[in-house]
T-cell receptor
């Protein structure tokens, strides 16, 4: 079964709307989760590392005030795209870092396709 | 700095042909992981393999096989007797341990189309 649950799978909304995407770890507690973005026909690029109980670490060029990340519990990280505009339309995908020592690779959610009209 | 290069942007093969997807990487780390993922049109990432930098043994899983060559910094992926269901975008990725971050650096992907 799924290890990571990501919701919603698809969002279509008007420009100016804020959109929240949830990434939930189902099988284990995760102190670290990652958020990636994929523009059409391009690769996945890391946006930020979500750390439970502390501020997220953003990659260069990613606006932290635009993409709010909250990792308030060991099983849930949320990404909020604030005041979304058409250029924010993309495929957003999260991954969960398994516990240290588990020897498992990252587990990915199924992604969220965001379309801003 | 780390880098993953997938020089083949798109490949088309006829069903039952073999196809090899190339991946070349760069890293200063001595301990790292290499991955292959499949991304079908629905978008989710399907994990195919993870290889530790200390393990250069080739691996075979059904119709899939991987050739890891540290001397040429390559981690190529071969699909034998390709099928239409293999049509997808395939990503090679690298995870370094030196930074402790564990995030993945993805190549630009290779779009494979298997023609019936």
């Amino acid at each position: 079964g799924a290890v990571v649950s990501q919701h919603p799978s698809r969002v279509i909304c008007k420009s100016g709307t804020s959109v929240k995407i949830e990434c939930r770890s189902l099988d284990f507690q995760a102190t670290t989760m990652f958020w990636y973005r994929q523009f059409p026909k391009q690769s996945l690029m890391l946006m930020a590392t979500s750390n439970e109980g502390s501020k997220a670490t953003y990659e260069q060029g990613v606006e932290k005030d635009k993409f709010l990340i909250n990792h308030a519990s060991l099983t849930l990280s949320t990404l909020t795209v604030t005041s979304a505009h058409p250029e924010d339309s993309s495929f957003y995908i999260c991954s969960v870092q398994p516990p240290r020592g588990s020897n498992q690779p990252q587990h990915f959610g199924d992604g969220t396709r965001l379309s801003i009209l | 700095a780390q880098k993953v290069t997938q020089a083949q942007t798109e490949i088309s093969v006829v069903e039952k042909e073999d196809v090899t997807l190339d991946c070349v990487y760069e890293t200063r780390d001595t301990t790292y992981y290499l991955f292959w993922y499949k991304q079908p049109p629905s978008g989710e990432l399907v994990f195919l393999i993870r290889r530790n930098s200390f393990d250069e043994q080739n691996e075979i899983s059904g119709r899939y096989s991987w050739n890891f060559q540290k001397s040429t910094s390559s981690f190529n992926f071969t699909i034998t007797a390709s099928q239409v269901v293999d049509s997808a975008v395939y990503f090679c990725a690298l995870s370094e341990t030196i930074t402790g971050a564990n995030n993945l650096f993805f190549g630009t992907g290779t779009r494979l189309t298997v023609i019936p």
